[in-house]
């Protein structure tokens, strides 16, 4: 082997997103503009008023013109129509940057959905940066932002990682990356033919930490699979340096092996100034007003004698998480993060990193209320939430994304195993509180109950909200929905729509659910399938305003999925379809300004079907009951729901009609068909907390 010529290492640096980010920082020294705007606090209930109802599309399973590019089919000014029209104020587009790796000079496809981003420049596959910013253009003339994406923890293995593995000046300090010394290279597995690296066994991980290279296994392997990853440690081939020296690297990735993690703690600090550029090329070149920080909770880890090194709720990831949610604002954008934590550390992050976190708190729970029409597993997680002083306003409630539904319950599993909780009766620990809940999950939407879905490694199910629903009906062949099931399907999907928007916060929906999809089924995509991410399935191609209707697979080749509702355009010429309802949903929410609410009350229900939640209104509108029935017995029950509550009427906001009265004692009386939603405004009620 030999090492790399002058030319091919000058076009590795022009091609890395390092040195593109130093370029990029010169703009703003000495400038006065970063000076003009408050930064050091998160500001949830300002970026939720920029935008309240975000649209999560997802570019690979985009249906376009012939010919026509993603981004320009989501810069469509008929599709903003019909989004507007629903009540869509942003949209949330997903990873479009570079991604995949180098080989050589040639690149790599990507092997995590774009998640694995190797320069700032846009994917040929997706589209023009000229595109994206008339795609921001198009969005602001219907008066929505775009929200793009920044990925704090990991790149993809291109320029900046060959680099890092030739040692040449700053890169290696970018990763997680250690050279190994040749007298213990017998330690480390052969690298297969085509192959760059090689995962390591946990006794090998174990040796490296004895003799000092790394601080050993980690809390946990995201992706666990054996004979594939069964660490989140691997090690490269040899590589020679531009200093001419032979080396083996072993190097972090708590993804995929060719994610491999940033050092947020390098001398050089050049893995923060890598990430703060791309924040600001996504916001002054591309245009986007908020940005999501993406696996942004595994900036930090920590060896620990004893036990797994620490890098869950490592204090370095709040502080990298300031530092980007802090120039953001800086420059007058906001930040969200999408990362499955405990209740701990979501709280512990809220305080000066991003604006806005996911809602991974209840997200598990609501559809656990779906699958086993009791809420009671909910109540406790939106307590939780209110114990750590987590404002539901701080919060995206979300219905399908581009995941899995996680089923890690992460809050019970690391920090709270031996803590005690009351549930349904008895007492128990985290750990084992944990378990019941994944054993019914599993059982009711995986396996013989629903051979659509399917495990998605350790962490959860790959399905779609739709594919969610038919199993807990109990549907078990979805090639032979009848117009009845599928009215039935429907009639769920505005359930779950409505937990999640009639309360505090930002509410978001993704393309598959706006058409109802379903799974692919496994044949139609096995090669994407090969490593066992079988995420893939609920990643169908959809088609919003019926662009091209005989199409089969979207541009980037997934299939297309079965649409139970349809195009959107032809939802909107039908008065009783998906898109209709969830319209009529989104305006009482946007009138009432349901999303800048307070949350003043989870009370206790004796049905274990109902759950209610009561929020204050901004500016005196008065007090907004949200009443939700997950089973399919009709239910009818008084809930205190505003205590020392002014006598008064209830007023259902849905039907536009007075359906009963508040007592003295702040009572109201509930009465639900199977899942059945219906909001009530009750004005003059105190903001009396329950």
């Not at 007298?183 to 480390?188: A, K, M, V």
């Given at each position: 082997?030999?090492?790399?010529?002058?030319?091919?290492?000058?076009?590795?640096?022009?091609?890395?997103?390092?040195?593109?980010?130093?370029?990029?920082?010169?703009?703003?020294?000495?400038?006065?503009?970063?000076?003009?705007?408050?930064?050091?606090?998160?500001?949830?209930?300002?970026?939720?008023?920029?935008?309240?109802?975000?649209?999560?599309?997802?570019?690979?399973?985009?249906?376009?013109?012939?010919?026509?590019?993603?981004?320009?089919?989501?810069?469509?000014?008929?599709?903003?129509?019909?989004?507007?029209?629903?009540?869509?104020?942003?949209?949330?587009?997903?990873?479009?940057?570079?991604?995949?790796?180098?080989?050589?000079?040639?690149?790599?496809?990507?092997?995590?959905?774009?998640?694995?981003?190797?320069?700032?420049?846009?994917?040929?596959?997706?589209?023009?940066?000229?595109?994206?910013?008339?795609?921001?253009?198009?969005?602001?003339?219907?008066?929505?932002?775009?929200?793009?994406?920044?990925?704090?923890?990991?790149?993809?293995k291109g320029a900046d990682w060959?680099?890092?593995?030739?040692?040449?000046?700053?890169?290696?300090?970018?990763?997680?990356?250690?050279?190994?010394?040749?007298?213990?290279?017998?330690?480390?597995?052969?690298?297969?033919?085509?192959?760059?690296?090689?995962?390591?066994?946990?006794?090998?991980?174990?040796?490296?930490?004895?003799?000092?290279?790394?601080?050993?296994?980690?809390?946990?392997?995201?992706?666990?699979?054996?004979?594939?990853?069964?660490?989140?440690?691997?090690?490269?081939?040899?590589?020679?340096?531009?200093?001419?020296?032979?080396?083996?690297?072993?190097?972090?990735?708590?993804?995929?092996?060719?994610?491999?993690?940033?050092?947020?703690?390098?001398?050089?600090?050049?893995?923060?100034?890598?990430?703060?550029?791309?924040?600001?090329?996504?916001?002054?070149?591309?245009?986007?007003?908020?940005?999501?920080?993406?696996?942004?909770?595994?900036?930090?880890?920590?060896?620990?004698?004893?036990?797994?090194?620490?890098?869950?709720?490592?204090?370095?990831?709040?502080?990298?998480?300031?530092?980007?949610?802090?120039?953001?604002?800086?420059?007058?954008?906001?930040?969200?993060?999408?990362?499955?934590?405990?209740?701990?550390?979501?709280?512990?992050?809220?305080h000066g990193g991003a604006d806005?976190?996911?809602?991974?708190?209840?997200?598990?729970?609501?559809?656990?209320?779906?699958?086993?029409?009791?809420?009671?597993?909910?109540?406790?997680?939106?307590?939780?939430?209110?114990?750590?002083?987590?404002?539901?306003?701080?919060?995206?409630?979300?219905?399908?994304?581009?995941?899995?539904?996680?089923?890690?319950?992460?809050?019970?599993?690391?920090?709270?195993?031996?803590?005690?909780?009351?549930?349904?009766?008895?007492?128990?620990?985290?750990?084992?509180?944990?378990?019941?809940?994944?054993?019914?999950?599993?059982?009711?939407?995986?396996?013989?109950?629903?051979?659509?879905?399917?495990?998605?490694?350790?962490?959860?199910?790959?399905?779609?909200?739709?594919?969610?629903?038919?199993?807990?009906?109990?549907?078990?062949?979805?090639?032979?929905?009848?117009?009845?099931?599928?009215?039935?399907?429907?009639?769920?999907?505005?359930?779950?729509?409505?937990?999640?928007?009639?309360?505090?916060?930002?509410?978001?929906?993704?393309?598959?659910?706006?058409?109802?999809?379903?799974?692919?089924?496994?044949?139609?995509?096995?090669?994407?399938?090969?490593?066992?991410?079988?995420?893939?399935?609920?990643?169908?191609?959809?088609?919003?305003?019926?662009?091209?209707?005989?199409?089969?697979?979207?541009?980037?080749?997934?299939?297309?999925?079965?649409a139970l509702y349809g195009p959107?355009?032809?939802?909107?010429?039908?008065?009783?379809?998906?898109?209709?309802?969830?319209?009529?949903?989104?305006?009482?929410?946007?009138?009432?300004?349901?999303?800048?609410?307070?949350?003043?009350?989870?009370?206790?229900?004796?049905?274990?079907?109902?759950?209610?939640?009561?929020?204050?209104?901004?500016?005196?509108?008065?007090?907004?009951?949200?009443?939700?029935?997950?089973?399919?017995?009709?239910?009818?029950?008084?809930?205190?729901?505003?205590?020392?509550?002014?006598?008064?009427?209830?007023?259902?906001?849905?039907?536009?009609?007075?359906?009963?009265?508040?007592?003295?004692?702040?009572?109201?009386?509930?009465?639900?068909?199977?899942?059945?939603?219906?909001?009530?405004?009750?004005?003059?009620?105190?903001?009396?907390?329950?």
């Amino acid at each position: 082997m030999t090492p790399p010529d002058h030319e091919t290492v000058a076009w590795l640096v022009e091609q890395s997103m390092l040195h593109q980010a130093k370029t990029l920082a010169r703009r703003y020294s000495g400038q006065g503009r970063l000076w003009q705007r408050p930064y050091a606090e998160a500001q949830p209930r300002a970026a939720s008023t920029l935008a309240s109802v975000w649209f999560t599309a997802y570019p690979a399973a985009i249906v376009t013109r012939q010919g026509e590019s993603v981004l320009r089919t989501l810069g469509d000014p008929t599709l903003w129509e019909a989004l507007a029209a629903i009540g869509i104020q942003g949209i949330h587009i997903g990873p479009t940057k570079e991604s995949g790796g180098l080989r050589g000079r040639e690149k790599t496809p990507t092997i995590d959905g774009n998640f694995d981003r190797i320069g700032f420049g846009l994917d040929a596959a997706f589209g023009t940066q000229d595109e994206f910013i008339a795609m921001t253009q198009a969005a602001a003339e219907a008066k929505a932002i775009v929200i793009d994406d920044v990925i704090p923890a990991h790149t993809g293995k291109g320029a900046d990682w060959r680099l890092a593995e030739l040692r040449y000046q700053d890169y290696p300090g970018v990763y997680h990356m250690i050279e190994i010394a040749e007298e213990d290279w017998y330690l480390l597995p052969d690298v297969l033919p085509g192959r760059d690296s090689a995962n390591l066994s946990r006794p090998t991980v174990e040796l490296l930490k004895e003799k000092g290279y790394i601080v050993g296994e980690t809390q946990r392997v995201i992706f666990y699979e054996p004979g594939v990853k069964e660490t989140n440690w691997s090690a490269t081939d040899v590589v020679v340096g531009v200093d001419d020296v032979a080396r083996r690297w072993v190097y972090l990735h708590y993804f995929k092996e060719g994610q491999p993690a940033l050092n947020w703690l390098d001398p050089t600090l050049a893995a923060p100034q890598m990430i703060l550029g791309d924040a600001l090329h996504s916001l002054d070149v591309l245009g986007a007003r908020l940005l999501r920080l993406d696996a942004n909770g595994f900036l930090g880890v920590e060896t620990r004698p004893d036990s797994p090194a620490w890098s869950e709720g490592h204090p370095l990831s709040v502080v990298g998480n300031q530092l980007i949610a802090g120039l953001v604002r800086k420059v007058g954008g906001f930040t969200f993060q999408e990362l499955n934590l405990t209740v701990d550390d979501i709280a512990a992050m809220s305080h000066g990193g991003a604006d806005l976190s996911y809602d991974f708190i209840t997200r598990p729970a609501y559809q656990h209320a779906l699958v086993t029409g009791d809420t009671e597993f909910l109540r406790l997680m939106l307590r939780t939430m209110r114990e750590y002083g987590i404002d539901p306003a701080s919060l995206i409630h979300a219905l399908q994304n581009h995941d899995e539904l996680t089923l890690e319950l992460v809050h019970f599993w690391t920090l709270h195993q031996a803590d005690r909780y009351t549930y349904q009766g008895r007492e128990w620990t985290g750990s084992a509180l944990r378990q019941h809940i994944r054993t019914v999950m599993y059982d009711r939407l995986a396996g013989e109950n629903a051979p659509y879905n399917q495990r998605f490694v350790t962490n959860g199910i790959a399905c779609t909200t739709a594919s969610i629903i038919t199993a807990a009906l109990g549907l078990r062949d979805l090639d032979s929905l009848t117009d009845e099931d599928k009215r039935r399907v429907q009639r769920v999907h505005l359930l779950l729509a409505m937990y999640n928007a009639f309360q505090p916060g930002v509410f978001a929906l993704s393309g598959w659910d706006l058409v109802g999809a379903l799974p692919l089924p496994r044949a139609q995509i096995e090669p994407l399938l090969a490593d066992g991410d079988t995420r893939w399935i609920n990643r169908g191609a959809y088609d919003l305003v019926n662009v091209a209707p005989d199409a089969a697979a979207s541009t980037a080749g997934l299939p297309k999925a079965t649409a139970l509702y349809g195009p959107l355009s032809e939802q909107l010429q039908q008065s009783d379809s998906f898109a209709r309802q969830l319209q009529r949903l989104l305006s009482i929410r946007q009138a009432y300004r349901i999303y800048a609410g307070r949350q003043i009350a989870v009370p206790d229900v004796t049905n274990p079907g109902l759950l209610v939640m009561a929020h204050a209104l901004p500016d005196e509108l008065g007090t907004q009951v949200t009443a939700l029935n997950f089973g399919p017995t009709p239910i009818e029950e008084s809930v205190v729901v505003a205590p020392g509550g002014q006598r008064g009427q209830a007023i259902n906001m849905l039907a536009e009609t007075v359906e009963g009265v508040v007592t003295d004692a702040g009572e109201i009386t509930i009465r639900l068909d199977g899942y059945e939603g219906k909001s009530f405004l009750i004005r003059g009620a105190p903001a009396a907390t329950i």
